[in-house]
């Protein structure tokens, strides 16, 4: 029986684990932060502040800080432990994505393409309190040919990878700005990308029915993972040859269709094989965001219900990989 997690009033925006895997942060399109005990589902506090819905989350390496970007034009860091804010970056739109590098000295953010405005990454260091108090970035981007939807630091900080609505695919050198590869796999937006554990490789999910998985460095397209549904989340197993994907048709369509076909599952891929093996049930809903406990012993996955549940995996889930 999963962990059911209700903190928020409005759907699930993006869930995050730290780096050990004792807390899972979640938001949604209500202004709350929520952090939770993973262990347990216990709520440990909520970072207030936010006006608008929450796009997304992030937590540095040593989970000291916490980083959300908002529809409310802002960017905030929030000291992890006590709830504090300690840093607003005041942006002209929505803020779609935002990230710590390795070391945590580095933000990225990008803002969206609306009210007239372009579509920018910015990158602030936080060892530098003057860019954050004049609201001047060390360095920004501006991404005018289509917005960016999803965007992950690479290996070592040296570059992000930004998936844009038209499907693109980018890499932006966190040095000089510039645009080092541009692919195009995806034939329509991509929600979500998340790495792998090692930073080796990531995968990207897309309105185009399909996660793919890339190599970070090259960007070259590796495997493929095919559904008959719009896919919104795709996470990738830190232990096994596994990958989540979330997902479900648009939430403006879903009230026309009965849940029993509404596919509302998380399904299990294997990496290698492209092949599904797995499905798990539960939300009322599409499933906006899925996440890999760092131990790979359970997942996590949020949804348009405004759900978050934690699945353990059971004993027999670790028994079969070894065996296979």
């Given at each position: 029986?999963?962990?059911?997690l ?7 925006t993006?869930?995050k684990?730290?780096?050990?895997g ?6 949604a399109?209500?202004p ?7 262990v347990?589902?216990?709520r440990?506090?909520t970072y207030n502040?936010h ?10 390496w040593d989970?000291?800080h916490?980083?959300?970007g ?10 992890c432990e006590t709830g504090?804010?300690l840093?607003?970056v005041?942006?002209s739109?929505?803020v779609?994505t935002?990230g710590?590098d ?5 933000i990225?953010?990008?803002t969206?393409?609306?009210?007239g ?8 260091d936080?060892?530098?309190?003057s860019q954050?108090?004049?609201?001047e ?9 289509s917005?960016?939807t ?6 070592l ?8 609505e038209s499907g693109e695919?980018?890499q932006?050198s966190?040095k000089?700005?510039e645009?080092?590869?541009n692919?195009?796999e995806?034939?329509?937006q991509?929600?979500d990308?998340?790495?792998s ?6 995968i990207?999910?897309?309105k185009?029915n399909?996660?793919?998985l ?7 397209h590796?495997?493929t ?8 989340s795709a ?5 096994f ?8 048709q648009?939430a403006m369509?879903?009230t026309?269709?009965?849940?029993r ?5 998380a399904r299990?891929f294997?990496?290698?094989f492209?092949?599904e093996?797995g ?11 899925v ?5 790979g012993?359970?997942y ?10 934690i699945?353990?995996f059971?004993p027999?889930?670790f028994?079969?990989?070894f065996e296979?």
């Amino acid at each position: 029986k999963p962990i059911l997690l209700q903190g928020h009033e409005r759907s699930i925006t993006q869930i995050k684990y730290n780096r050990e895997g004792d807390l899972l942060f979640t938001v949604a399109k209500d202004p709350i932060v929520n952090v939770w005990y993973s262990v347990n589902g216990e709520r440990l506090g909520t970072y207030n502040g936010h006006t608008g819905a929450v796009w997304c989350v992030d937590a540095d390496w040593d989970t000291r800080h916490v980083l959300t970007g908002s529809a409310d034009n802002s960017c905030r860091l929030w000291d992890c432990e006590t709830g504090k804010q300690l840093a607003l970056v005041k942006t002209s739109s929505a803020v779609r994505t935002c990230g710590f590098d390795f070391g945590g000295n580095i933000i990225m953010f990008s803002t969206d393409k609306q009210m007239g405005y372009q579509c920018f990454v910015s990158f602030f260091d936080l060892r530098d309190p003057s860019q954050i108090e004049n609201n001047e970035p060390y360095m920004k981007i501006s991404c005018s040919d289509s917005k960016i939807t999803s965007a992950v630091w690479g290996p070592l900080g040296e570059f992000i990878i930004a998936g844009h609505e038209s499907g693109e695919l980018n890499q932006f050198s966190a040095k000089s700005g510039e645009q080092l590869t541009n692919i195009k796999e995806h034939t329509k937006q991509i929600n979500d990308i998340q790495t792998s554990r090692d930073m080796t490789m990531f995968i990207t999910a897309s309105k185009d029915n399909t996660a793919k998985l890339f190599d970070c460095t090259t960007l070259d397209h590796l495997k493929t993972f095919r559904t008959e549904r719009p896919v919104n989340s795709a996470a990738l197993s830190p232990i096994f040859d596994h990958v989540v994907l979330g997902g479900g048709q648009e939430a403006m369509d879903v009230t026309t269709t009965s849940t029993r076909i509404g596919k509302f599952e998380a399904r299990f891929f294997h990496l290698a094989f492209e092949e599904e093996f797995g499905r798990v049930k539960g939300h009322f809903g599409p499933i906006n965001s899925v996440a890999f406990h760092p131990d790979g012993k359970s997942y996590s996955s949020g949804g348009e219900d405004g759900y978050v549940r934690i699945h353990y995996f059971d004993p027999q889930y670790f028994e079969f990989e070894f065996e296979a």
